[in-house]
């Protein structure tokens, strides 16, 4: 859709308000199924079963689980400095969530003699307003180390914030390529221009996977879990956390890895585009798919060192997304 | 007034409130941690502004090189290094504080002073922007047209004080290490 035509087609603000609240819940209820999922498909692999007590086939786990976490008593260190140790966790849930208002999940409807938009907004910087969310999120993480007055999670979040600072340079090369070729940083034209072309992964495969490693070390996810590493670091940034507060840390670190999916999915796979189903169901598709390889590279590979995390950071990604980036430029300049 | 109108000037008065109250916490704050944390506030707000004057981009790109690459950098140095004392303003303020607050004075003064003196009586007319103003764009077309020559100055003294923070810092932790290498008894 041209961005004439979506102006033309303005919804009501209410609307949106909808949509959001909507948007948000889908995105908690999944990152909640997506936890037994996980431990599922974990199991399968580890030749064991997984949770399967509570419920059919263990289905009601995460309501246990998240019963468990609001009646634990919220205590915290007494040396912790307490407004910002409240407020970290809840600054890296709202982060991890508010990113996934510039995600298109479809083409826009017509509902009732109004017209829906596939996103709640579409913004003509959706994929800078991504990586600055994530940016922002970073200091949940720091600020949550430092209030927590132990040494294990100053630590702990000194690791995250080199980490997420040293791939988030690769994260936004790696993007680069799709921006170059798609003309824009709108995301709802970005899908646009894959449905008029093909699906950036095929002509961007060195970005995708720049775009992938960097995106599992911005989601703490192994191999790159470094800022959690138990027998190094207790639980890192958030070893001081216990209740719902620890349980909205390890939420918006789900969610990050959502976001991030669909965020891929968006870029390289042609977003919500597919043949004969519906287009939000083409896009759970591809998000699903994305997500599985995630749980699989947990099941697969050892976490790495730290100093070769850095050296693949700096030495490795970094100037093959750069190289990819410049590449892309000039090709497109001459084709 | 219509309800539109009225939001924004609330927005407008919260984000500027914001933006000179954290400002201020950022040099009145005795812990440098705490001063880092109000200069993201600070950036924060300063972003709301640039939104109410319809400069997406620069707002996006504000959050994301300010509070997303440089802050964090303060905050890691300072929680590293700076203890939870760190008190700069202890013993009273000083003459450089003095000179400090001076200094900040006449810049402020100058900026109101040639705002006045370039816009007139323009600043009361309402802007009349594009739907492509401030868009990512617009903005990439300016750089690499009208501001090319700042553009470009810009990142050769970007790349200086890379090269030179590269070098400073493998150089001055050298001698450092060279003396506590030396205080390690030989087995």
Same mark, same amino acid.
């Given at each position: 859709?041209?961005?004439?035509?979506?102006?033309?087609?303005?919804?009501?603000?209410?609307?949106?308000?909808?949509?959001?609240?909507?948007?948000?819940?889908?995105?908690? /209820?999944?990152?909640?199924?997506?936890?037994?999922?996980?431990?599922?498909?974990?199991?399968?692999?580890?030749?064991?079963?997984?949770?399967?007590?509570?419920?059919?086939?263990?289905?009601?786990?995460?309501?246990?689980?998240?019963?468990?976490?609001?009646?634990?008593?919220?205590?915290?260190?007494?040396?912790?400095?307490?407004?910002?140790?409240?407020?970290?966790?809840?600054?890296?849930?709202?982060?991890?969530?508010?990113?996934?208002?510039?995600?298109?999940?479809?083409?826009?409807?017509?509902?009732? /003699?109004?017209?829906?938009?596939?996103?709640?907004?579409?913004?003509?910087?959706?994929?800078?307003?991504?990586?600055?969310?994530?940016?922002?999120?970073?200091?949940?993480?720091?600020?949550?180390?430092?209030?927590?007055?132990?040494?294990?999670?100053?630590?702990?979040?000194?690791?995250?914030?080199?980490?997420?600072?040293?791939?988030?340079?690769?994260?936004?090369?790696?993007?680069?390529?799709?921006?170059?070729?798609?003309?824009?940083?709108?995301?709802?034209?970005?899908?646009?221009?894959?449905?008029?072309?093909?699906?950036?992964?095929?002509?961007?495969?060195?970005?995708?996977?720049?775009?992938?490693?960097? /995106?599992?070390?911005?989601?703490?996810?192994?191999?790159?879990?470094?800022?959690?590493?138990?027998?190094?670091?207790?639980? /890192?940034?958030?070893?001081?956390?216990?209740?719902?507060?620890?349980?909205?840390?390890?939420?918006?670190?789900?969610?990050?890895?959502?976001?991030?999916?669909?965020?891929?999915?968006?870029?390289?796979?042609?977003?919500?585009?597919?043949?004969?189903?519906?287009?939000?169901?083409?896009?759970?598709?591809?998000?699903?798919?994305?997500?599985?390889?995630?749980?699989?590279?947990?099941?697969?590979?050892?976490?790495?060192?730290?100093?070769?995390?850095?050296?693949?950071?700096?030495?490795?990604?970094?100037?093959?997304?750069?190289?990819?980036?410049?590449?892309?430029?000039?090709?497109?300049?001459?084709? | 007034?219509?309800?539109?109108?009225?939001?924004?000037?609330?927005?407008?008065?919260?984000?500027?409130?914001?933006?000179?109250?954290?400002?201020?916490?950022?040099?009145?704050?005795?812990?440098?941690?705490?001063?880092?944390?109000?200069?993201?506030?600070?950036?924060?707000?300063?972003?709301?502004?640039?939104?109410?004057?319809?400069?997406?981009?620069?707002?996006?790109?504000?959050?994301?090189?300010?509070?997303?690459?440089?802050?964090?950098?303060?905050?890691?140095?300072?929680?590293?290094?700076?203890?939870?004392?760190?008190?700069?303003?202890?013993?009273?303020?000083?003459?450089?504080?003095?000179?400090?607050?001076?200094?900040?004075?006449?810049?402020?003064?100058?900026?109101?002073?040639?705002?006045?003196?370039?816009?007139?009586?323009?600043?009361?007319?309402?802007?009349?922007?594009?739907?492509?103003?401030?868009?990512?764009?617009?903005?990439?077309?300016?750089?690499?047209?009208?501001?090319?020559?700042?553009?470009?100055?810009?990142?050769?003294?970007?790349?200086?004080?890379?090269?030179?923070?590269?070098?400073?810092?493998?150089?001055?932790?050298?001698?450092?290490?060279?003396?506590?290498?030396?205080?390690?008894?030989?087995?």
């Amino acid at each position: 859709m041209t961005p004439a035509l979506a102006q033309a087609l303005v919804e009501p603000w209410w609307i949106s308000v909808i949509k959001a609240f909507v948007i948000a819940n889908l995105v908690l /209820g999944t990152f909640a199924y997506l936890t037994v999922v996980e431990r599922k498909l974990l199991g399968r692999m580890h030749l064991r079963y997984g949770p399967n007590r509570v419920g059919p086939f263990g289905l009601l786990q995460p309501i246990a689980d998240l019963m468990k976490l609001l009646r634990k008593a919220s205590f915290f260190p007494k040396g912790a400095v307490t407004m910002l140790y409240i407020l970290a966790p809840i600054l890296a849930a709202f982060t991890a969530i508010s990113a996934f208002a510039v995600i298109p999940f479809g083409p826009g409807w017509e509902i009732g /003699g109004y017209y829906v938009a596939g996103q709640i907004v579409d913004v003509s910087i959706a994929l800078l307003l991504i990586l600055a969310l994530s940016a922002v999120g970073i200091y949940a993480f720091v600020v949550g180390g430092w209030a927590s007055d132990s040494k294990y999670s100053l630590l702990g979040s000194m690791r995250t914030c080199a980490q997420l600072v040293s791939y988030e340079v690769s994260f936004g090369l790696a993007v680069l390529g799709v921006v170059i070729m798609a003309g824009s940083l709108r995301l709802t034209e970005i899908v646009a221009a894959q449905q008029e072309q093909i699906w950036f992964v095929v002509p961007q495969l060195v970005g995708f996977l720049c775009f992938f490693v960097a /995106g599992v070390a911005e989601t703490n996810r192994a191999p790159f879990d470094l800022p959690e590493a138990e027998q190094e670091l207790v639980a /890192g940034y958030h070893t001081e956390y216990g209740g719902i507060r620890w349980g909205m840390f390890q939420m918006s670190e789900y969610i990050n890895m959502l976001t991030f999916s669909a965020l891929g999915v968006t870029l390289f796979f042609g977003g919500w585009s597919g043949p004969i189903l519906p287009a939000p169901i083409w896009f759970l598709l591809k998000l699903g798919a994305l997500i599985f390889v995630f749980m699989w590279l947990r099941a697969t590979l050892p976490r790495l060192r730290y100093d070769q995390l850095m050296k693949f950071g700096w030495k490795v990604l970094l100037p093959v997304a750069t190289l990819n980036a410049i590449a892309t430029a000039v090709l497109v300049t001459i084709f | 007034m219509d309800a539109g109108e009225i939001l924004v000037w609330l927005v407008w008065i919260g984000a500027a409130t914001a933006l000179f109250a954290s400002g201020l916490a950022v040099v009145l704050f005795q812990n440098p941690f705490y001063s880092a944390l109000s200069l993201i506030v600070n950036l924060a707000s300063l972003a709301v502004l640039f939104l109410l004057l319809s400069a997406e981009f620069v707002a996006a790109a504000q959050v994301l090189v300010y509070a997303g690459a440089v802050v964090v950098m303060f905050l890691f140095v300072t929680a590293y290094l700076g203890g939870r004392a760190d008190a700069p303003w202890a013993g009273g303020p000083t003459l450089q504080s003095f000179f400090a607050v001076l200094a900040a004075g006449a810049i402020a003064v100058e900026v109101v002073v040639v705002i006045a003196l370039t816009a007139g009586d323009r600043l009361t007319d309402p802007a009349e922007i594009s739907d492509a103003f401030g868009s990512p764009a617009e903005i990439g077309r300016l750089f690499i047209s009208d501001h090319l020559l700042a553009f470009e100055a810009t990142s050769i003294v970007l790349l200086v004080a890379a090269v030179g923070g590269v070098i400073l810092g493998t150089t001055a932790p050298r001698t450092v290490r060279a003396e506590g290498r030396a205080e390690v008894p030989e087995r």
